[in-house]
């Protein structure tokens, strides 16, 4: 059973940074395409930034020039570097990841508040 499992969330203040980490568990299973996703409160999960195996990446355009998604395959892990955090950024971050036969899995989620 594949399992993401991600932590680094927390309480910031505007203009702060965090990064978050995304551990894939159970190595066996090689994960194809990875993102990261937000849900703010009381609004619909929506995209934050996403990353191919080889690493070619895209962010949405509230992510693009403050957030920075990478990662290290032999490590099976995803992170994401939130720099310049805004309140609107308050959200449950949440870890994707999909293998070859794009079957998708999702993490539990981590807080991520901004205060101002």
């Known amino acids: 059973q594949v399992q993401l499992v991600e932590s680094g969330g927390g309480l910031v203040q505007a203009g702060g940074s965090l990064e978050l980490s995304c551990v894939v568990h159970?190595?066996?299973?090689?994960?194809?395409?990875m993102a990261w996703y937000r849900q703010p409160p009381g609004k619909q999960r929506e995209l934050v930034c996403e990353?191919?195996?080889?690493?070619?990446?895209n962010c949405a355009d509230s992510a693009k020039g403050r957030f920075t998604i990478s990662r290290d395959n032999a490590r099976n892990t995803m992170y994401l570097q939130l720099n310049n955090l805004k309140p609107e950024d308050t959200a449950v971050y949440y870890c994707?990841?999909?293998?070859?036969?794009?079957?998708?899995?999702w993490g539990q989620g981590t807080q991520v508040t901004v205060s101002s």
């Open positions: 994707w990841g999909s293998d070859w036969v794009n079957v998708a899995y």
């Open positions: 159970e190595s066996a299973r090689i994960i194809n395409n």
């Open positions: 990353i191919t195996r080889s690493g070619s990446t």
